[in-house]
């Protein structure tokens, strides 16, 4: 048996490797050349600590209490030097990739499809090169893909779920803007260099409601994640506000349409913003929140769009006082800039 781990790295770098069954991370890293933070090697020193995301595993029991504490064991920590994973595992490592000897994967891949939605976004397929391996990521990552002939690239949220054949992205169509101009011409085959997966952005275990809010093609991640929960016949609750400007901005709503007959908790709104519009829902995601969704913070919140939006979620919370038991957000900052949070 070979468990999948992904090692997430602080400067959003994820990495995964191959860990057999009744091996410890720390050795199955080294055979792929990482070398994680780590010095005794024996569960004395406590320098391998890593926060455990998901997953189960054995925490070994030939550490002392100094290397790793009850409390920190309860917490998810765990010391890699010891742990034995018995399910696929996501580790948040609290270094960098370039400390640990490794960096961020790249590969090539060719345009399948191109699919323009309303004028307001686009649906990008690609094929990944090499027989079709498709790369390995969490469902809420994302990847730079690098504009051909513009010496720049762009970063974009996968909206396939990982593990499909061919990898998806969903991506909003800005006049004039590099990549949008790129792919009013580009042609079915055309080769593209892409770096990643990368971001810390991503569905961790499901342990309670979920409310996933969406700013524009900020629904991306979240095709990804439900995709993902379908596929696992998830029977959790789940509400996604997908909220955007103007009308013609509310593209794939049949996708989610999809969802909510595939996932029996699933529900969704959507919100659009512009005062023309006769969209039962007007305004702002905020608006359009009722209390019950917050399940008085008994709730993991997922929220991911443009920079503005995603600020204003964040201090409606803090107006509300209602306090989510986790709160993660990716900010579609325009051009190079990462901005995830948790
Ligand atoms: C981690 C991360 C993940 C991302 N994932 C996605 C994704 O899945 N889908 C997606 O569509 N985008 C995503 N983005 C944003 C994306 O990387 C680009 O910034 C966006 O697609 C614009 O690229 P462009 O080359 O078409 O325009 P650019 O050439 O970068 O910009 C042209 C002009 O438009 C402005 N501009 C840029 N973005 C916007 C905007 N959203 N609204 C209004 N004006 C804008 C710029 O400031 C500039 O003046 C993500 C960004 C980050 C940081
Ligand atoms: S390396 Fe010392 S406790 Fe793991």
Redesign the pocket.
Known sequence: MCYKIALNFEDGVTRFIGCNSGEKVLDAAYRAKINLPMDCSDGVCGTCKCRAESGNYDLGDDYIEDALSADEAEGGLVLTCQMKPTSDCVLSVPTTSLACKTGQQRFAATVATIAPHNDA?IVLELDVDGGGAAPVFLSGQ?VNIA?PGSGQS????FSTVPGAGRIG????K?P?????TWLERAEIGERLDITGPL?SFYLREVKRPLLLIAGG?GL?PFLSMLEGLAQDKSGDRIHLIYGVTRDLDLVLVEEIEAYARRLPNFSYSTVVAEEASSHPRKGWVTQHMPAELLNGGDVDVYLCG?PPMVDAVRRHFDETGVKPNSFHY??????T????GA
């Open positions: 976004a994302y504009v762009r970063s974009y949220s992205f969903l991506i909003k800005i004039g803007g590099v990549m949008s971001g093609t991306a443009p990716e900010k579609f900052t325009p051009n800039a990462t901005g995830a």
